[in-house]
Structures are given as C-alpha cells and as structure tokens.
C-alpha cells in the first residue's frame, strides 16, 4: 500500500495487533513489486500473506513470481479490482476485503440523507436563513413533507444496498429494491418489495443508488428514467457518478422537478461552473460518504480479523468470490 494509506489506516493499536498476529517486518513497506531492494525482494520471497490497501500495485504474473510462497491477500479497504489479477485466481490465492466494513459508514451517509430529504432539511435551511426572523412554513411547500410511510428506493442489493434497508427497518417507510440477481423472497428476506427498474423509480419518493459500476449501468438514470420519478422526488448517489446522465439530472435540478443528494458525480470533480454547486435543492458532497478520519480504522480493524482467522487455521469471513466479482464493485 502507499505510505499514506498505511498512515491513515493503520493506527499505533492496530500495528500492535499486526505484530502480535503475525510474523513481519514492522518497518518495511511495499509500494513497488519490481524494487530491487535486497531486503523487499527477500520479504516477498518468503511472504504467505500479503496486507494490502489503496495504493496497491497491480498482483500480475511477475509480481507473483517474486512471491513463491504466497497464499492469501488480505485487503484493508473496499474494491479488490484495481489489484487483484487472473494471475491471483490461477494461483488458487485466497482473497478478502474489507468491503462489509466500509459498507458501513456509506449506509449511515445514506440514511441520514433519506431522513433529512423527506424532512426538507436543506429546503428549511435554507428558507431560513432567507426569512432571517420569518416564520418558516414549508407545508405551503412540501404538503408532504415528513418521514412517515414515505417510500424509498433502493438500486441494487450490494453491500451497501443492504446495509441501507437494514438500518432503514426501525422507521415507518416502505422500502423497494430493484436488482437483477435478487429474488423476491431474498428481497422480502431483507425487508424490501422486488420491483422493475421503471416501477421503482415511478413509486419512490427517495431513489438510492448502490449499484457497482459496469457497462450495464452507465446512465442507469437517464433522461427517461428520471422523468419517471414524482415531482419532488430526490435521487442519492453514493456510488459512482456514471450511474448517472449528469446533463440529464441537471435539466430536471434546474427546473425545481427533483431534488438530488450527489456524493459521486461524473466527472468525478464537476467543472467549476456546474449549476450543481449552486442550486438550492442539491445537496453536493467531495466524495465522504465512505471511510474518512477515525473511520478509517475500522478497515484496520476488519482486515486484522481476517488475518487472525487465517493464522488460526480458519477461513475468511469475507473471501471475494472470482466469480461474482465483474458485476461487483
């Protein structure tokens, strides 16, 4: 990993439980497999297990056979794609993630911003800081305003996605799930109504997108699509800003039609003239829904139980599973 995400992820308690865990060198990192540092390339050499995070290099086949002895790869963030390689499955390497762990603060984003949507907190907001001494009515506004059998919808049962109808369950909301690899009784399972793509958007007062990005579902939302969503309805991305037609979602923003809560856009970084930054019903944010600050050690956290589990002779709790893995995240 680079020597800033060690920095961010892995704090003096952590390293004190690698160390206790694991036989290594507290002191060497890896940031480059073709160093020709005599001390690195004996590491990998003798290394069964390799801990890795963002910043990874790509595990290809020169990579591997500097690495003769390696048997599993225990990843501390989320997405395994960026170095993870045919090579590793060939191998027959064990995989994990701490991708359940990350799941976690996007969820809590997520529902936070379901709850403060149907609430109008922003329209409030900023209503009030308008009036400055006014009485604020956003009845006159919103007539349904509030959270009360509301009813959200959730693209895509991933980690995340899950996560979200979970934490959902103790408040008075209908929730609606639309993903191709789910069942209707998993779905029922969850605590969610399986539904069609165009049903869900039609019926959902709050549409969230937890669907991993693939060819399949650039511009899931796109002009038609949105255009189905009811006046008033808001669309939360936390996923990634392709899902999305970002010319299309703004024509309906720019018209007071929808509202839209956006922590991926596309592009990633929007130009500076983006309406986006300006508009009174967007709830624009620098991509924060996932791991940050102290967050971040529960990553440490999650990967070091993975890693007990291996030096206990056990499996993993969160393998990747190759097979799944193109149509995940």
Same mark, same amino acid.
Request: net charge negative; charged share 25%.
């Given at each position: 990993?680079?020597?800033?995400? #060690? ?88 995989? @994990? @993630? ?58 895509g049962a991933s980690r995340i996605g899950r996560r979200v109808i979970e934490l959902l369950g ?36 709050i549409v969230s997108l937890h669907a991993p990005e693939l060819p399949a579902t650039r511009h ?44 991926? @856009? ?14 009174p019903n967007v709830l624009l944010t620098p991509h924060l829904a996932g791991s940050i600050g ?17 030096? #206990? ?17």
């Amino acid at each position: 990993m680079s020597a800033e995400t #060690r920095a961010a992820v892995f704090g003096r308690h952590a390293l004190h439980r690698l160390d206790r865990i694991a036989e290594l060198d507290p002191g060497l990192l890896v940031t480059d497999f073709t160093d020709p540092d005599d001390v690195q390339r004996r590491r990998l050499y003798e290394a069964e297990v390799l801990l890795t995070g963002w910043g990874c290099p790509p595990l290809d086949r020169a990579a591997l056979r500097r690495m003769p002895e390696l048997k599993a790869v225990v990843h501390a963030a989320g997405s395994v794609k960026h170095h993870i390689t045919e090579a590793c499955w060939q191998r027959g390497i064990a995989v @994990t @993630t701490a991708a359940a762990a990350n799941a976690l603060p996007v969820a809590e984003y997520t529902v936070a911003a379901v709850l403060f949507a149907n609430k109008r907190v922003l329209d409030g907001a900023h209503a009030y800081r308008q009036q400055r001494g006014g009485h604020v009515n956003l009845l006159d506004r919103f007539p349904g305003v509030g959270n009360y059998r509301r009813t959200i919808g959730i693209v895509g049962a991933s980690r995340i996605g899950r996560r979200v109808i979970e934490l959902l369950g103790p408040f008075d909301l209908r929730v609606l799930v639309h993903d191709p690899y789910l069942g209707a009784d998993e779905a029922r399972a969850l605590g969610a109504d399986l539904v069609d793509l165009d049903s869900l958007a039609l019926r959902s007062d709050i549409v969230s997108l937890h669907a991993p990005e693939l060819p399949a579902t650039r511009h899931l939302f796109d002009a038609p699509r949105l255009s189905l969503m009811p006046d008033g309805a808001t669309l939360i991305n936390t996923a990634r800003g392709s899902l999305v037609d970002t010319e299309a979602l703004t024509k309906e923003l720019k018209a007071a039609r929808l509202h839209a809560v956006l922590d991926h @856009t596309e592009p990633e970084v929007l130009p500076a003239d983006s309406p986006l930054y300006d508009l009174p019903n967007v709830l624009l944010t620098p991509h924060l829904a996932g791991s940050i600050g102290g967050e971040l050690y529960r990553l440490a956290d999650a990967a070091l139980d993975e890693l007990e589990l291996y030096a #206990r002779g056990l499996p993993f709790r969160h393998r990747v599973d190759p097979r799944t893995l193109e149509r995940s995240a």
